[in-house]
């Protein structure tokens, strides 16, 4: 009689929210209770939603990537991306869910925006990235209600924040183009004034969300000065009302290393009609509002792909034996595991801290100290979540083992879609400059310094106590150096910019936990973000790069120079 035969273990997903009592936990200590409470059933379906339907919809948007067709069977250009029906259902679900409406419609306030925070970390992980095009969404919305002026501003508020599916649009952010990158202010598509209409020359050269029935973008009007101070902020309607291209041809679709159901593409405009958001002046300062929510939206992406990276390694070492146990009786293994979950614990509490400061400064309740801790954190939260989540990714894959490799597993896709996270909305490196920028002219690193402290009151006398003391003392490192820092050249200061901001962030997500820990023990709850906290500061909280002449002069013998 022949032996049954051996098949590798289908990963198990629970109910999302439900077995994620980390954030439960978070969510009790941070929210009302009553705010909690009417969350919760919407928070319940959209966790069992991501856990099944979701997942098999993603999968039909993943196999069926977007497709470009230039002409009609007659020779007329129509330049028609074709979508899947698994991406326009899942662009549906976050229409009824109210994912980008519920933040305006601000029922609960302040802690609207966590509400948004969740639905969108319940969501994003089985949607094949249409939680891209609801970041942009959200952004324009954010924009239009702080600088759109006419008619066209509620009625493209009304459409972006609608739960009506049929009456749902998505926007798009159009900045990329090949001169620009993270340099904006090298932008060279032109807006014309002609016969009383704007209308935009020119190419964008990454456009994600390319789809969407409007769009975001910057352009330099004819006569305007050079650089980042002659931009402008325009609103764009892709397609005119009979459906016709609006001045827009899509010259191709991007091949990109992950996010492929995601449509993205390379543009050029020819005459699109646009309208000025606001006065013409300050496009920079005004897409700063944009960037600002598309950063926030990133950091929940990487924080929600870590914490769906951790329930199927989890699951999978449930459910996987080897040498005779399961996977998650083997120490070795399991010390893995503690590693990714611990990783998840910290991003998870500095991403819901950062959506109850956005909060806060949208419902105009943020203190004069929460804005400016909200201004640095939003970097921060950004450029540390977004090299967790690849490093994340990469362990989860390796905890599967070859299956991990193995496209048709679906675990690939974790590395492969985290990869842009580190890159979106501005490098590791920007965003160590942009925090720098907000130091020293918006002189928010002694709020910031404080609201660490802050974080830590408390705390003397518990369990906590020698973990707080280690962050205390990593906080006296950074203020040192950054008081050293002060009269260093800009060479010196850019050098050590990124292990600098690394450190803060790993430094603040420290205090958070131990903060965090502190109450868990306080209400008698399982001492799961001790345990984080411990395993967080144990990795290291500073790391940073002292710029003297010896590191340059490596830099330059290294390269060659």
């Given at each position: 009689?022949?032996?049954?035969?051996?098949?590798?273990?289908?990963?198990?997903?629970?109910?999302?929210?439900?077995?994620?009592?980390?954030?439960?936990?978070?969510?009790?200590?941070?929210?009302?209770?009553?705010?909690?409470?009417?969350?919760?059933?919407?928070?319940?379906?959209?966790?069992?939603?991501?856990?099944?339907?979701?997942?098999?919809?993603?999968?039909?948007?993943?196999?069926?990537?977007?497709?470009?067709?230039?002409?009609?069977?007659?020779?007329?250009?129509?330049?028609?991306?074709?979508?899947?029906?698994?991406?326009?259902?899942?662009?549906?679900?976050?229409?009824?869910?109210?994912?980008?409406?519920?933040?305006?419609?601000?029922?609960?306030?302040?802690?609207?925006?966590?509400?948004?925070?969740?639905?969108?970390?319940?969501?994003?992980?089985?949607?094949?990235?249409?939680?891209?095009?609801?970041?942009?969404?959200?952004?324009?919305?954010?924009?239009?209600?702080?600088?759109?002026?006419?008619?066209?501003?509620?009625?493209?508020?009304?459409?972006?924040?609608?739960?009506?599916?049929?009456?749902?649009?998505?926007?798009?952010?159009?900045?990329?183009?090949?001169?620009?990158?993270?340099?904006?202010?090298?932008?060279?598509?032109?807006?014309?004034?002609?016969?009383?209409?704007?209308?935009?020359?020119?190419?964008?050269?990454?456009?994600?969300?390319?789809?969407?029935?409007?769009?975001?973008?910057?352009?330099?009007?004819?006569?305007?000065?050079?650089?980042?101070?002659?931009?402008?902020?325009?609103?764009?309607?892709?397609?005119?009302?009979?459906?016709?291209?609006?001045?827009?041809?899509?010259?191709?679709?991007?091949?990109?290393?992950?996010?492929?159901?995601?449509?993205?593409?390379?543009?050029?405009?020819?005459?699109?009609?646009?309208?000025?958001?606001?006065?013409?002046?300050?496009?920079?300062?005004?897409?700063?509002?944009?960037?600002?929510?598309?950063?926030?939206?990133?950091?929940?992406?990487?924080?929600?792909?870590?914490?769906?990276?951790?329930?199927?390694?989890?699951?999978?070492a449930r459910a996987r034996e080897a040498?005779?146990?399961?996977?998650?009786?083997?120490p070795l293994h399991v010390e893995t595991?503690?590693?990714?979950?611990?990783?998840?614990?910290?991003?998870?509490?500095?991403?819901?801290?950062?959506?109850?400061?956005?909060?806060?400064?949208?419902?105009?309740?943020?203190?004069?100290?929460?804005?400016?801790?909200?201004?640095?954190?939003?970097?921060?939260?950004?450029?540390?979540?977004?090299k967790q989540v690849v490093r994340v990714?990469?362990?989860?894959?390796?905890?599967?083992?070859?299956?991990?490799?193995?496209?048709?597993?679906?675990?690939?896709?974790?590395?492969?879609?985290?990869?842009?996270?580190?890159?979106?909305?501005?490098?590791?490196?920007?965003?160590?400059?942009?925090?720098?920028?907000?130091?020293?002219?918006?002189?928010?690193?002694?709020?910031?310094?404080?609201?660490?402290?802050?974080?830590?009151?408390?705390?003397?006398?518990?369990?906590?106590?020698?973990?707080?003391?280690?962050?205390?003392?990593?906080?006296?490192?950074?203020?040192?150096?950054?008081?050293?820092?002060?009269?260093?050249?800009?060479?010196?200061?850019?050098?050590?910019?990124?292990?600098?901001?690394?450190?803060?962030?790993?430094?603040?997500?420290?205090?958070?936990?131990?903060?965090?820990?502190?109450?868990?023990?306080?209400?008698?709850?399982?001492?799961?973000?001790?345990?984080?906290?411990?395993?967080?500061?144990?990795?290291?909280?500073?790391?940073?790069?002292?710029?003297?002449?010896?590191?340059?002069?490596?830099?330059?013998?290294?390269?060659?120079?």
């Amino acid at each position: 009689m022949r032996s049954s035969p051996f098949y590798q273990v289908v990963p198990p997903l629970q109910n999302t929210w439900r077995i994620d009592t980390a954030l439960q936990r978070h969510l009790e200590r941070i929210l009302p209770p009553e705010a909690l409470a009417a969350m919760t059933p919407g928070f319940e379906s959209l966790g069992e939603l991501a856990a099944g339907e979701m997942m098999e919809l993603a999968r039909d948007a993943e196999g069926q990537p977007p497709t470009l067709t230039h002409f009609d069977p007659w020779g007329r250009r129509t330049d028609t991306i074709h979508l899947s029906p698994g991406w326009h259902a899942i662009t549906r679900i976050a229409a009824e869910y109210g994912i980008v409406g519920s933040s305006y419609a601000a029922k609960h306030g302040w802690a609207s925006r966590v509400q948004n925070f969740v639905l969108l970390h319940l969501f994003s992980p089985s949607s094949a990235y249409v939680g891209c095009p609801l970041a942009m969404s959200d952004g324009a919305v954010a924009t239009l209600k702080k600088y759109g002026e006419g008619e066209f501003k509620d009625r493209a508020i009304g459409h972006l924040t609608t739960e009506d599916p049929q009456e749902y649009w998505t926007s798009g952010q159009w900045m990329t183009e090949k001169e620009g990158g993270s340099d904006v202010g090298r932008s060279s598509t032109v807006a014309r004034l002609e016969e009383g209409v704007w209308r935009l020359y020119g190419t964008k050269w990454f456009t994600s969300a390319t789809t969407s029935q409007c769009a975001i973008t910057l352009a330099r009007p004819e006569g305007a000065p050079e650089g980042s101070r002659g931009l402008s902020m325009f609103y764009v309607e892709p397609w005119n009302a009979d459906g016709s291209a609006n001045g827009v041809r899509i010259l191709r679709l991007k091949d990109k290393l992950g996010t492929r159901a995601l449509p993205t593409a390379e543009l050029e405009l020819d005459g699109a009609v646009a309208i000025p958001v606001g006065p013409l002046e300050g496009g920079i300062r005004k897409i700063t509002t944009v960037l600002n929510i598309a950063r926030y939206y990133n950091t929940n992406a990487a924080v929600c792909a870590m914490a769906r990276c951790t329930q199927l390694a989890r699951g999978f070492a449930r459910a996987r034996e080897a040498y005779g146990h399961a996977l998650e009786r083997l120490p070795l293994h399991v010390e893995t595991l503690a590693n990714l979950e611990a990783e998840y614990h910290g991003a998870l509490a500095v991403g819901l801290r950062l959506a109850e400061l956005l909060g806060k400064v949208e419902n105009d309740v943020a203190s004069e100290h929460e804005h400016a801790v909200w201004r640095i954190l939003t970097p921060l939260a950004k450029l540390g979540t977004g090299k967790q989540v690849v490093r994340v990714a990469s362990e989860t894959l390796e905890a599967f083992g070859g299956a991990g490799y193995v496209e048709d597993t679906g675990i690939p896709v974790l590395l492969r879609d985290a990869q842009v996270l580190p890159i979106w909305e501005g490098t590791t490196n920007i965003l160590s400059l942009d925090t720098l920028r907000a130091m020293a002219k918006e002189h928010s690193f002694a709020p910031f310094i404080k609201d660490l402290h802050g974080r830590l009151n408390g705390l003397d006398g518990t369990a906590v106590a020698p973990l707080a003391a280690d962050v205390r003392a990593a906080s006296a490192r950074l203020v040192e150096y950054a008081t050293s820092m002060a009269d260093a050249d800009d060479k010196h200061i850019q050098t050590g910019a990124r292990g600098f901001a690394l450190s803060l962030y790993r430094t603040y997500a420290a205090a958070l936990l131990c903060e965090h820990a502190g109450w868990e023990l306080s209400k008698g709850h399982p001492a799961r973000g001790l345990a984080a906290a411990r395993r967080w500061i144990g990795s290291g909280l500073v790391d940073l790069v002292r710029a003297d002449a010896d590191r340059l002069s490596d830099n330059a013998i290294l390269l060659g120079d």
